[in-house]
């Protein structure tokens, strides 16, 4: 396998009054180009802080991430991030929110023209070009989320990176979501790391899942390759003893190793 | 919710007349109970303390005049507030206009070092750590209290004037922009580094649009402050303006004449108290 981005030895500790905290230590991963991976873990476990690693806001102690062979080390519109809770400005509309960052990433490759055009299709790619011209206080928070990915896919990223994505909706609109991100990765083979606690999500979404131990000191425990034929839809699946035999996987990873590490 | 709907049931029984389109009548007809129920009270309210005022200052020994005698002796100033006599000599508008105009000056540079240095302390650290406790205590010094300086440094009555409107109107300003700053969410910073604005960036898309409503804050109490200091100001420096004209009719022993212009100044103060409000919301939206 080809690694398009990897994760090298990656720890991090943060130092407090209290003394050093460990937060991951020694943490290898590489991802092919067009690949989906889920990092999933109890809170706690740094799996946001690996996320902001690669996303460059966090500086590794040791080790380092390299995207096509190149070490980053800084953030970037080449790793775009669709944050947990959305991030729009509020006092910009939705089209407006998606227009700063076209504007800022493509002003070199695309026209004034090309550039709205292009804004209007990534509206329309999650499905909220009829809210253009709403201001983010005025939609709902499914609604925010995917104003959020529309301006993370906009950017052209190579790595799409998703903090939680849909951590904070209900459980109807969270499906929405996912079988948007999935049509969308379906279309356009992002390669794409998402952060979840969400076991159901991970299986259904992802290639590979990167389940992490518990903090302090988390690191890879397993990683469960999901062999699932694509496209795949929630209701075909629901009974699929595949997918189930999966899901449980991950579960005992979770529930089975927890309780004993944490006593 | 219910008393809406209790009025709109109660308005058409009340038309005696059969009415052709009851849903207006009774539509007008809450329209204008609800301006009475916002007019009235205000009314009543100063109908009370001009009859109290009154009735204070009534008597033979009364040392200050009531709201009658007020108006009798001030009418000329109340009907023609722009004659223009030369010297200090003019009409109550163009006292308030001079005074407006020093406040418009002074305040327009507090509000734009204000900001500049609000957001300097709310952005760095170190700069915080190193101007806050001079601000803390600066900020607590009386306008006036800068006056003598100010003349000695500027040998000039209205620059000194616009100095102490500068000095007093700041330190909300900054203090305010400051916390707002502080209080720009992480997440409107990771945006900001993910799409790698530059700091100019930063500043104009971010910063200002995000601290919009602390800045507002810190103006309202800065324009305030401003007024109060130029009234106080101005009796001290003299020439023309309201705090002068207050002087002025001390000296002379114009009662009346004070009171009139006190009613100005707070007229004017709350107007500009207002002004900002509406500008902030007009900007924050």
Redesign the interface.
Known sequence: MSAYLSIENVGISFSSDKGTFRALDDVVLRIAKGEFVSVIGHSGCGKSTLLNIVAGLLQATEGGVLLEGREVDSPGPDRAVVFQNHSLLPWLTVYDNVRMAVDKVLSRTKSKAERHDWVLHNLSLVRMDHAKDKKPGEISGGMKQRVGIARALAMEPKVLLLDEPFGALDALTRAHLQDSLMEIHGRLGNTVIMITHDVDESVLLSDRIVMMTNGPAARIGQILDIDLPRPRSRVDLADNPHFNHLRAEVLRFLHGHAPAKAA | MTMVSNITAAAPAEASTPAKRPLAKSQAAKTAREIAGRVLPPVLGLAVLLGVWQLACSGPNALLPGPVKVIQSTWPLIVDPFFDHGGVDKGLFWHIFASLKRVAVGFALSSVAGIFLGVLIGQSTLAFRALDPIFQVLRTVPPLAWLPISLAAFRQADPSAIFVIFITSIWPIILNTAVGVRNI?Q??R??A?????SPI?FFF??VI??T?PYIFTGLKIGIGLSWLAIIAAEMLIGGVGIGFFIWDAWNSSLMSEIILALVYVGLVGFMLDRLITFVGKLL?N
């Open positions: 969410p997440d409107y990771n945006v580094l993910v799409l790698r604005l960036e898309k971010i649009p995000a919009v924050s």
